[in-house]
């Protein structure tokens, strides 16, 4: 099941919970909720390209946490169609390293495609760095109803055949399948 990285609020239950797999995700830049529509104003009081480093900065500390197996929608912070001013893949890189090294999967994630932004977590380029450094991904359509279960798998598996991708991952006890699509 997915779970927020809150580096002061992480409960060992949850982490440690008998689980297939646990999705790591940033949904809070401190205590600002990036995601929520009810909060949106913020993203005019801060520096763009600072909110997506400390974003992606977070996500390299969930990374070298080692208690998550995928990462959650990993460019969650477009979802209002905010984009750094720099490269996204400079911006990146460390937390993809750290992904790399701690040996989780990307998950790309349909949510978007029900969001603000219309597209894919991650963005094409990210999931392009993704596959250059030889990272796992797996599928999520981040479902909140029975009905969105497998939503726009079709759009996804097409997104990673582009980028060279033709096997994803899943996990049973915390262990690490292959699936060719």
Same mark, same amino acid.
């Not at 949510?111 to 990272?135: F, T, W």
């Given at each position: ?7 002061? &609020?992480? $409960?060992?239950?949850?982490?440690? =919970? +008998?689980?297939? *797999?646990?999705?790591?995700?940033? #949904?809070?830049i ?19 390209d600072?909110?997506?480093?400390? &974003?992606f $900065?977070?996500?390299?500390?969930? =990374? +070298?946490?080692? *208690?998550y197996?995928?990462?959650? #929608? ?6 209002f169609?905010?984009r ?40 094409k ?5 993704c ?21 726009a ?25 292959l699936?060719?699509?």
């Amino acid at each position: 099941y997915e779970a927020d990285w809150l580096p002061n &609020y992480l $409960d060992k239950r949850v982490l440690d =919970a +008998k689980v297939d *797999y646990l999705i790591g995700s940033v #949904h809070f830049i401190d205590k600002w909720g990036f995601d929520n529509p009810e909060f949106i104003g913020e993203f005019k009081n801060r520096d763009i390209d600072q909110i997506w480093q400390e &974003y992606f $900065d977070a996500i390299e500390q969930m =990374a +070298k946490s080692g *208690y998550y197996n995928i990462v959650g #929608h990993l460019d969650l912070m477009k979802i209002f169609n905010f984009r750094p001013k720099k490269d996204i893949r400079v911006i990146a890189k460390s937390a993809l390293k750290a992904i790399k090294n701690s040996g989780m999967a990307v998950e790309i994630n349909a949510a978007g495609l029900r969001k603000p932004v219309k597209e894919l977590y991650p963005s094409k380029a990210l999931l392009q760095e993704c596959y250059a450094l030889d990272i796992p991904i797996t599928f999520g359509s981040d479902a909140h109803k029975v009905a969105d279960i497998g939503f726009a798998y079709k759009e996804a598996t097409e997104l990673a055949r582009e980028v060279g991708y033709s096997q994803s991952v899943s996990y049973k006890d915390k262990e690490r399948q292959l699936h060719k699509f």
